[in-house]
């Protein structure tokens, strides 16, 4: 007798994300999204209840993860539902030979489809996942102070990276690689995430120019963990920025080599001056 898929440590694991995410105001109306790719070792407990149910057309091809499947949050859907409906805000597809079409497996049960920026979380997920094979999660939302900050610094990543790291000790050793960034484009566009996916084969995280950030990680901690850190730095950096009392106390480059040698980190050194 096969498990239910709805009861799995997989589906409540987006629940509890997607209530945390909520809980935080990075994702108001129907904003933000989330995907994580599932291995059929995990999938084989739930036995015939996952099987195809309907074709789900994909806006860009992805033949190099046909077989794959994909646990991913729905377009026009809100994060704060995904916890009380997760039948209907969720979906899991598999991706179909030759990649345009993906089986939907599970959910979706009121006719929804893929979030409207699916094309960006198969894309991370297949960049990412050449570097890192035990890649899982994208995690995309709109905290406030990310969008605050590419808005008072220019679409640099190294200037963003920097200021990042000089204003919060922890940051350069959560993310030593910095941080990727991405000029204003038309959201929800295959365009977007086209332009995206090859981000990630640098960075863990990358921000959306007055849009939002997207995280990728093995685990959801790890992918909402990095969103934390960097959103709360961006909202010190924010706040110091807007202040004059004469007087800012930054991380300098020689503190920050000496963390880096500390911690044993690789980072770019002309990214350190």
Not at 21 to 29: D, K, L, P, S
Not at 44 to 50: A, D, I, K, N, T
Not at 111 to 132: C, F, K, N, Q, V
Not at 176 to 196: F, H, N, Q, T
Request: hydrophobic share 40%; proline share 4%.
């Amino acid at each position: 007798m096969s498990m239910d898929f709805s009861s799995s440590d997989i589906v409540s694991e987006i629940c509890r994300l997607s209530d945390d995410m909520y809980a935080h105001g990075w994702n108001e109306r129907n904003s933000g999204n989330i995907s994580r790719f599932v291995s059929e070792e995990e999938l084989r407990p739930y036995g015939s209840e996952l099987e195809p149910k309907r074709k789900i057309e994909l806006t860009t091809p992805f033949p190099a993860l046909a077989g794959k499947s994909f646990l991913i949050t729905g377009t026009l859907k809100y994060i704060r539902n995904v916890s009380r409906s997760p039948k209907t805000t969720l979906g899991l597809m598999r991706i179909c030979e030759g990649g345009r079409e993906a089986d939907l497996l599970w959910g979706f049960e009121d006719g929804g489809r893929p979030t409207s920026e699916t094309t960006m979380h198969l894309g991370a997920y297949l960049e990412r996942s050449a570097i890192d094979s035990r890649q899982k999660y994208v995690i995309h939302c709109h905290p406030a102070s990310v969008i605050l900050l590419s808005e008072i610094l220019p679409c640099d990543e190294k200037i963003i990276s920097q200021a990042l790291w000089k204003v919060m000790n922890e940051c350069i050793v959560i993310f030593p690689e910095g941080v990727g960034a991405l000029d204003w484009m038309i959201s929800s566009s295959d365009g977007i995430g086209i332009e995206s996916a090859p981000k990630f084969r640098d960075f863990r995280a990358l921000i959306w120019a007055m849009h939002g950030i997207t995280a990728v990680g093995d685990t959801a901690d790890d992918a909402y963990g990095l969103i934390e850190c960097i959103d709360k730095a961006a909202d010190i950096y924010v706040r110091l920025m807007s202040v004059d009392t004469g007087y800012r106390r930054l991380l300098t480059p020689d503190e920050l080599r000496l963390i880096v040698k500390s911690f044993g980190l690789r980072v770019r050194e002309d990214w350190l001056e």
